[in-house]
């Protein structure tokens, strides 16, 4: 069964340093990988997807992931925070073959001015 | 173009009775899913439809239930309704089946449904 890890509840950061939000995941096959933003009282927004092909993908709002397959990791970065960032992110993993999306817990992101 | 509107954004039902929930897709979009999002269950799939046919369901009991219709447009049903089902429930929309490619799902406000 595929599965999807957010190890953070919640990552605090100072506006203007780098953020990172972690994600790693399991599942058969190779995976499609997203994040989503959701702010509150809000639907889940698409930030950025990997399908196939370069490992380190870029997103909306100055945002980016690194797939790496050997980690099964896919960690959101952006090199400058802003507080208008702090919001719950998600990480997703969709089985090809299934269809199936599978949800992480979701990571708690306030950034401090 | 308009994004994925969900109606009504709030209920409030109690134990027992039923709801019907509404999703409309991104114009052209011909797929559907259902999420339910609580605190302690965080987003759990629910089902998929493309073209009117479930494609996908999730691990639910039989009474949660949906449809879509021909113009993709998509109700979901629960019955008999528990307080476990006080949730907020999202439908995303995607040009196709979740399963053929790397389509992006793009979500809705989502129904908040509160069950007492």
């Known amino acids: 069964a595929q599965s999807v890890a957010q190890p953070e509840d919640q990552v605090n950061v100072a506006e203007g340093n780098p953020l990172t939000v972690k994600c790693t995941y399991s599942v058969s096959g190779n995976p499609y990988l997203f994040w989503y933003v959701q702010y509150p009282n809000r639907g889940l927004q698409f930030l950025l997807k990997y399908i196939t092909g370069d490992n380190l993908v870029k997103g909306s709002y100055g945002f980016e992931a690194e797939f790496n397959k050997s980690q099964t990791s896919f960690h959101l970065k952006k090199p400058s925070a802003l507080v208008s960032d702090s919001a719950l992110y998600f990480c997703a993993v969709r089985d090809v073959r299934t269809g199936k999306s599978t949800f992480g817990d979701g990571t708690t992101l306030t950034v401090k001015p | 173009k308009a994004g994925v509107t969900q109606t009504p954004r709030y209920l409030i039902k109690t134990r027992g009775q039923q709801v019907t929930l509404s999703c409309s897709p991104i114009s052209g979009h011909r797929s559907v899913s259902w999420y339910q999002q609580t605190p302690g269950q965080g987003l759990q799939f629910l089902f998929e439809?493309?073209?009117?046919?479930?494609?996908n369901k999730g691990n639910f009991p039989g009474r949660f239930s949906g449809r879509q219709f021909s113009n993709s447009r998509s109700e979901m049903n629960v019955s008999t309704l528990e307080l476990g089902d006080s949730a907020l429930y999202l439908c995303?929309?995607?040009?196709?089946?979740?399963?053929?490619?790397?389509?992006?799902?793009?979500f809705g406000p989502g129904t908040r449904l509160l069950v007492l």
């Open positions: 439809y493309f073209s009117e046919t479930q494609r």
């Open positions: 995303a929309s995607s040009l196709s089946p979740q399963g053929v490619s790397g389509e992006t799902q793009y």
